[in-house]
Structures are given as structure tokens and as C-alpha cells.
């Protein structure tokens, strides 16, 4: 179950990549946008979760 867990979790991390991430990247190649700034800001906090919540599952799945 662990691996399907982090399996999940990178799931939903592209997942908010695709959805949140790219769009603000796109819209920040045209110019500023403070809710695109914004939106990129919080999309890359929750992918830092997401990213360390996994890490930790993989060194759990490692150690046993």
C-alpha cells in the first residue's frame, strides 16, 4: 500500500504541475501578473509537500 501511496502522490503532483504550475508559467512569459505570481507561489508550495511527503514514503519503503 505504501507504494501506491507515492505512487499517488507524484500523481497529484503532475497533476498540479499541469493544472496550476504551467498555466502561471505561461502567463508570466507574457508579463507580470501578480495572481499568476501568486498562483505559481502556492502551486509550488503544496508540489514541495507533496514531493517530501513522497520522500519520505520511498526512505520508509527503503528502511523496511
Given at each position: 500500500p505504501t507504494a501506491w501511496i507515492a505512487l499517488?502522490?507524484?500523481?497529484?503532483?503532475?497533476?498540479?504541475?499541469?493544472?496550476?504550475?504551467?498555466p502561471a508559467h505561461d502567463k508570466l512569459q507574457v508579463g507580470y501578473?501578480?495572481?499568476a505570481h501568486h498562483t505559481l507561489l502556492i502551486s509550488n508550495q503544496i508540489r514541495s509537500v507533496l514531493w517530501g511527503l513522497r520522500g519520505l514514503l520511498t526512505v520508509q519503503m527503503v528502511i523496511h
Open positions: 499517488s502522490l507524484l500523481a497529484l503532483g503532475w497533476t498540479v504541475t499541469a493544472v496550476l504550475s504551467m501578473s501578480a495572481s
